[in-house]
């Protein structure tokens, strides 16, 4: 279940034009995405692979450099559609969590179970 997203213009920001630019290094490289640590303990940003421009095959520990404005909260209360997936999503990993540790103490998922 998807929730769609509202197109949001220049003219709904308080503060349209603070870009700056941010450093950081990559400091892990997956399969469809680039975990980015941003220089200064600004914190961690993971990206699509195809966000990446680059010439070069993508490594650890290659610097990046970007522009990015700062986020602006647009209403004060939260998109009942977005917290309500949230919530459901969160469910959905307790439920597969418990399932998993009662597989577990069951043996299911032990080396012994493992055995032709």
């Given at each position: 279940m998807?929730?769609?997203?509202?197109?949001?213009?220049?003219?709904?920001?308080?503060?349209?034009?603070?870009e700056?630019?941010?450093?950081?290094?990559?400091?892990?490289?997956?399969?469809?995405?680039?975990?980015?640590?941003?220089?200064?303990?600004?914190?961690?940003?993971?990206?699509?692979?195809?966000?990446?421009?680059?010439?070069?095959?993508?490594?650890?520990?290659?610097?990046?450099?970007?522009?990015?404005?700062?986020?602006?909260?647009?209403?004060?209360?939260?998109?009942?559609?977005?917290?309500?997936?949230?919530?459901a999503?969160?469910?959905?990993?307790?439920?597969?969590?418990?399932?998993?540790?009662?597989?577990?103490?069951?043996?299911e998922?032990?080396?012994?179970?493992?055995?032709?």
């Amino acid at each position: 279940m998807g929730v769609s997203a509202r197109k949001i213009g220049f003219d709904e920001l308080n503060y349209p034009s603070t870009e700056t630019v941010w450093e950081g290094v990559i400091i892990e490289v997956t399969g469809s995405s680039v975990v980015i640590d941003l220089k200064g303990r600004m914190g961690r940003l993971e990206v699509p692979k195809r966000l990446v421009i680059t010439q070069y095959e993508l490594q650890v520990g290659q610097e990046v450099a970007f522009l990015m404005s700062y986020p602006e909260v647009l209403e004060e209360q939260p998109n009942e559609k977005y917290v309500s997936a949230l919530a459901a999503y969160h469910q959905r990993m307790r439920a597969i969590q418990a399932k998993s540790k009662r597989n577990f103490k069951k043996g299911e998922n032990t080396d012994e179970s493992q055995k032709d």
